[in-house]
């Protein structure tokens, strides 16, 4: 059975027809570890099949050992949201349900757009960091 | 996505009991920046960036794995 239902496949195809840009979504995952992390590499997968500019990219976190220090990936299940070329930082772990299936997304639309959203003040202040900044942003499913 | 530097994880942490712990996070959402720079709620964009441009002002190297709170 489909984690998406008809009708949320349906939505989901009318936002991305916007799409300007190809997202890529590497989703790490290893079923004999953790066998929850299959259903979001399922998840990831049937996105992918709802419109052409989402491609899933579907890696074993313990087989993929370059793939994990590449991107780094430090648990899982785990979702790198990448643009057509760039990375730009953005990962999600855990399982994207509820609120955070429609992080998700966003997510996915703002890669494709290459828009972060942010006020331009904001960004003129966020131009001039010149080290590095890992924010870690945690949530529950509510 | 504004700047190379930057990365942002985020971490529906009900999987994740040991990160919970490590971070104390009892309320959600819970932000931590490079460790060490915390806020709770959904602040707005300019709490968010006051915490970047401290952590990132901050000469401490970020503990690796671990927190200070």
Do not use: C, W
């Amino acid at each position: 059975m489909a984690l998406i239902t008809d009708d949320v496949a349906a939505q989901l195809k009318a936002e991305f027809a916007n799409m300007a840009s190809p997202v890529r979504l590497a989703v790490f995952s290893a079923a004999l570890a953790d066998p929850e992390s299959e259903q979001v590499k399922r998840l990831v997968e049937e996105l992918a099949a709802l419109e052409p500019k989402i491609t899933a990219l579907s890696y074993n976190f313990v087989l993929d050992k370059e793939k994990v220090a590449e991107l780094g990936i430090q648990r899982i299940p785990a979702i790198a949201v990448l643009g057509a070329e760039k990375d730009y930082g953005i990962r999600l772990y855990g399982l994207p349900s509820g609120y955070e299936f429609g992080t998700l997304i966003d997510t996915i639309l703002d890669v494709s757009s290459e828009k972060s959203g942010l006020s331009d003040a904001t960004k003129a202040t966020l131009a001039e960091v010149k080290e590095p900044v890992h924010i870690q942003v945690f949530s529950t499913p509510t | 996505m504004e700047n190379e530097h930057i990365r942002a994880d985020g971490v529906e942490v009900t999987g994740y009991a040991d990160m919970a712990q490590t971070y104390h996070v009892s309320s959600v959402p819970q932000t931590v920046v490079n460790e060490t720079h915390v806020f709770v709620g959904a602040g707005p964009e300019t709490m968010l960036l006051k915490h970047v441009q401290e952590a990132a002002a901050d000469p401490k190297p970020a503990p690796a794995g671990g927190l200070i709170v």
